[in-house]
């Protein structure tokens, strides 16, 4: 009975250990905070194999490290921001991106709420999480959106957030920070192999209603990916269409 709870603990040992490297190894990756020019800042990091040791910068949101090269381009409209994220290597060849992520932290005072796609109407709430609680969603290609909202008491978009790609599986969360603010992330840590790493990340804090800024997100999202949706039929109008 000794020698099997030696050997259970020596187990339990090793997989916590093994567990503590993975977790290190997911977030000892540099930080590159850039501000945008609507003022805020979003982190963003990226996980890869071949590894980069250390990120320098060689212009405005421009950087080279470990034989990659990286660059971030806004377009900056109005309150809005989109930032392209453009990854490649030196030589051309292929690469794993292990992990992606972005993270932002709000430090306004007016924040009450969460708001995202992923809210369940059955618990009879509009919204995700109060500025008090933290929340964790992951979104899919056919299930939930990678975007949220922060906003006020009366449902003014406070800040939103979110990416151009519908297709991977995204890690959408966030939690109260002891500071007072509340941070905000988005990753993707699903590896996948490629010779070109490209994203756009959104930011909006134009001071409308939740609706029209979940809506504005929506519009560019289908913009950018040239969505037409199909054209309603005269029959869907009729008093007993589909009426069962």
């Given amino acids: 009975m000794t020698r099997k709870r030696t050997h259970f603990w020596l187990a339990a040992s090793a997989l916590l250990v093994s567990c503590g490297i993975l977790l290190h190894s997911r977030s000892s990756s540099q930080l590159l905070p850039i501000r945008l020019q609507n ?3 979003v982190n963003v990091s990226l996980q890869l194999s071949p590894p ?22 806004e377009q900056h409209e109005a309150a809005g921001s989109r ?34 796609y992923n809210h369940v109407p059955t618990q009879r ?11 964790g969603d992951l979104t ?5 959106i990678p975007y949220v909202s922060a906003v006020s008491l009366e449902g003014k978009n406070l800040l939103a957030l979110g990416i151009l790609s519908q297709n991977r599986i995204i890690n959408l969360q966030g939690h109260p ?6 941070q905000i992330s988005l990753d993707t840590r ?5 010779d070109r790493f490209e994203e756009v990340i959104y930011t909006d804090t134009t001071p409308q209603n939740w609706f029209s800024a979940t809506r504005s997100y929506a519009d560019w ?7 037409t949706p199909f054209p309603v039929v005269q029959a869907c109008y009729h008093p007993m269409y589909d009426l069962w």
Avoid: C, H
Wanted: charged share 25%.
């Fill in 190 to 194: 699903l590896p996948f192999e490629t």
């Fill in 52 to 73: 980069v040791e250390a990120w320098e910068s060689e212009g405005q949101n421009s950087y080279f490290g470990g034989g990659y090269r990286l660059s971030l381009e």
């Fill in 39 to 41: 003022g805020v800042v």
């Fill in 83 to 116: 930032m392209k994220v453009v990854l490649l290597r030196d030589d051309l060849q292929k690469f794993t991106l292990q992990d992606f992520q972005a993270t932002w932290e709000l430090t306004d005072p007016d924040l009450y709420a969460i708001w995202t």
């Fill in 177 to 182: 920070l002891e500071s007072g603010g509340y």
């Fill in 140 to 144: 899919t290609p056919n299930s939930g």
């Fill in 125 to 135: 709430q509009n919204f995700r999480a109060l500025a008090t609680e933290s929340f």
């Fill in 221 to 227: 999202v289908d913009q950018e990916r040239g969505y």
